[in-house]
């Protein structure tokens, strides 16, 4: 008898937006004796694994936490390292166009100079159109360093009389963030163990549901991310009301 082929069934609420704080690459790498960098490189596959995951279930946005402001304090060689794997990506991304996902950059980018600036621009140029999953690589992000940028370009505008500050509301605040357009962040996976924010996504996760999870960001596969899936479905989202 032929074997029946079971069937993907998406979970009745699907998030979204998802955000994932890919943490835990350096443990992984210690476990095996291996230098940290060789956690990030398997970590820079698990991301991509788990993009094109999302995409497949029909998710719309996900943001993953690629290095944050903070990063720039770990050792130059971990710096280089995750910059390269970046520039692998982005070189790499013509190949992926058939995946139809829409590829944007959150973060402060000033940071990272001019030849890197325009390949980003050109990724997401040219996927600008795309239908599928669109991918949020939060790079020298920070939550608060975003609303701080936030606020300063609304100040501008109230210096130049084009904005009274009484008609400031959240919706204002939210149009000026790196997110601006998008739905607000709905379920934050945290593999690893860790049970921080760590500066990852502060406004747009308000009404968030965190899950954090026992295993490391190169050892997450498909089925973590079902597991994740499953919970937020189970979880009773009230938003403040009863
Ligand atoms: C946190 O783990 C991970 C990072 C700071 C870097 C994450 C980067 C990647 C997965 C590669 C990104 C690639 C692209 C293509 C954008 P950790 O180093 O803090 O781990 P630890 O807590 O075990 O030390």
Not at 115 to 128: C, G
């Amino acid at each position: 008898m032929a074997k029946h082929k079971q069937e993907k069934q998406a979970p009745a609420v699907l998030p979204k937006h998802i955000g994932i704080i890919m943490d835990g690459n350096g443990r992984w790498a210690k476990l095996r004796g291996l230098p940290r960098f060789a956690g990030h490189k398997i970590g820079a596959k698990t991301f991509k694994t788990i993009t094109r995951y999302c995409n497949q279930v029909g998710v719309r946005y996900l943001t993953v936490y690629a290095f944050s402001t903070e990063n720039w304090k770990r050792p130059q060689e971990e710096v280089d390292a995750i910059l390269k794997l970046l520039d692998e990506y982005l070189d790499d991304a013509e190949n992926f166009k058939k995946e139809n996902v829409r590829t944007r950059f959150i973060g402060d980018l000033s940071a990272l100079g001019e030849p890197f600036i325009q390949k980003i621009r050109h990724v997401e140029e040219m996927s600008k159109d795309f239908t599928g999953l669109t991918l949020n690589i939060a790079f020298n992000y920070g939550g608060r360093d975003e609303i701080v940028r936030g606020v300063r370009k609304i100040a501008e505008r109230c210096r130049a009389g084009e904005l009274d500050p009484d008609s400031i509301t959240e919706e204002t605040i939210s149009s000026q963030l790196d997110t601006a357009g998008q739905p607000d962040v709905d379920l934050i996976i945290r593999p690893s163990g860790e049970l921080r924010l760590s500066n990852f996504m502060l406004w747009q996760s308000a009404y968030a549901e965190y899950i954090f999870m026992d295993i490391l960001w190169p050892d997450f596969a498909e089925r973590d991310l079902d597991r994740a899936l499953a919970e937020f479905a189970r979880r009773n989202r009230r938003f403040g009301g009863v």
